[in-house]
């Protein structure tokens, strides 16, 4: 009896035709995997990094905004203050002016 081993590969027969492309390798699905979910994680990680980089941004801009707030703010109060003492300037130099009117009117009589 002549033994004869056994081909595992599929032969084609004559005339058939058949893409063994489409043979599963199981080392290879399991690169091909590998390589996508190290890829998937990376772009996992460059989202997640954008994500950081943009909402720290965000930060900075909203503490600029709420620093160009206080500033304004301290502007207006100094402003009214200025206003203030200027009103209550004139209004002493009124007084000063109607005392030393009375007083010339108090001298002539």
Known sequence: MSFQCKNTTPQPTPGHSCNYSQVVDNTLVILTNDLTDTE???NVE???????????????EWRQREEEEVQRKKAAEEEAKRQRQKVAAEEAKRQRQRAQARWYEAMQK
């Open 40 to 42: 998937c994680k990376k």
């Open 46 to 60: 460059k989202a997640h990094q954008w994500e950081e980089a943009e909402e720290a941004q965000l930060e900075v």
